[in-house]
């Protein structure tokens, strides 16, 4: 008997498949749309991590966060946006999280929310195999 069989989940699957969608964006979403609402502070936010042309950083960062993250919840060219935000979060980890090169208390909190990017590139990479299933405007 294949026991395996009872994870394939059948008609679940596509339900399951959106939910992975939602619970991805989520934290884009929630973190961007404040990056939205207070661009100026986005942008000044992007001049003191010394990224280049900030204001163009943050457009694209808002993008991503917002729009790109909203996309993937509809199910909307699925597997290129989960690719493009796979190594967006993968970025985020490098320049935001740089535990590597910090001291004392930092070095912890780092450590973890750049592996926890780390866990959720491999989410993004897992949609992109995947695709966004039934429930979705791709339909696939």
Known sequence: MNTLRYFELGTLKSAVLLLARILLAFLFIKFGIPKL????GTIGYMT?????LPAVTAAV?????????GLLVLGFYTRPLALILALYTLGTAIIGHPYW??????VMPNAIN???????????LL???TGPGAISLDKR
Request: charged share 10%; net charge negative.
């Open 48 to 52: 003191a991590l010394h990224l280049p």
């Open 37 to 40: 609402l207070g661009f100026s």
């Open 127 to 129: 949609l992109m195999i």
């Open 101 to 106: 090169s910090l001291t004392g208390d930092s």
């Open 61 to 69: 960062v808002v993008l991503i966060e917002v729009v790109f993250a």
């Open 114 to 124: 750049f592996y926890k990017n780390i866990s959720i590139v491999g989410g993004f």
